[in-house]
């Protein structure tokens, strides 16, 4: 089983829909977590970090469940630029990063 | 300020040609890491460092070698390339411990035939 484990997608939705990913971690020790964004042929970069409970930054909400080991990643009010594939990462002592294969969203007209 | 560069974009090689990926940063950062991406498996950590001069691996380290003689620095080898080394590699540096978001190179596309 994969540490981090993510639907590989690709979710399709129209332009204003709201879209929620979820990401399953295996690693209990995980200490905190991330959400990156890839666009296509592109390097991951940072969207939000996951210390806590959760995080809101704009249209883009992200919760912790350690309880049931899962982090959630909702966007709201879509745009056709939030295109792309969203990277699940958690974090481990020693400053090492484990990612899950990305979900792809595809934001239609 | 550049970030993170990455040596060269784009390779070809043959099976059993040797080659060697740079990455620089101008950040100052203290670690920096190598990835591969391949599709399906996200990223996959190679080797990393944890300061000048000190090199440790990762996840996926077999057949590869790194060195890290200059703080800005991180060098990644092939010596004898297989087609199973055919991937995108990118570099990454974060500051520290204190810090964990990493920032990435623009990455190199290599094919191994």
């Known amino acids: 089983r994969k540490e981090v484990e993510q639907d590989p997608g690709p979710f399709n939705v129209p332009e204003g829909a709201t879209v929620a990913f979820n990401c399953t971690y295996s690693?209990?020790?995980?200490?905190?977590f991330f959400w990156y964004r890839q666009d296509c042929r592109k390097e991951p970069k940072l969207l939000m970090s996951v210390y806590s409970s959760g995080n809101e930054d704009g249209r883009f909400t992200a919760q912790l469940n350690r309880a049931s080991q899962y982090i959630s990643l909702l966007i709201r009010d879509s745009k056709l630029s939030d295109s792309a594939t969203y990277l699940c990462v958690g974090f481990h002592a020693g400053n090492m990063l484990t990612f899950g294969g990305g979900t792809r969203l595809m934001v239609k007209p | 300020n550049a970030g993170v560069t990455q040596t060269p974009k784009f390779r070809v090689l043959k099976t059993g040609q040797s080659m060697t990926l740079l990455c620089a940063q101008d950040m100052n950062h203290e670690y920096m890491y190598w990835y591969r991406q391949d599709p399906g498996m996200g990223l996959r950590l190679i080797h990393y460092?944890?300061?000048?001069?000190?090199?440790a691996k990762g996840e996926v380290p077999d057949g590869y070698n790194v060195s890290r003689l200059k703080k800005q620095n991180f060098l990644l080898g092939l010596e004898s390339a297989a087609p199973s080394q055919t991937s995108v590699y990118f570099c990454a540096s974060s500051p520290g411990t204190m810090t964990y978001e990493q920032y990435f190179g623009p990455g190199t596309r290599l094919t191994v035939t």
């Open positions: 460092s944890v300061g000048e001069g000190t090199t």
């Open positions: 690693n209990s020790a995980s200490q905190s």
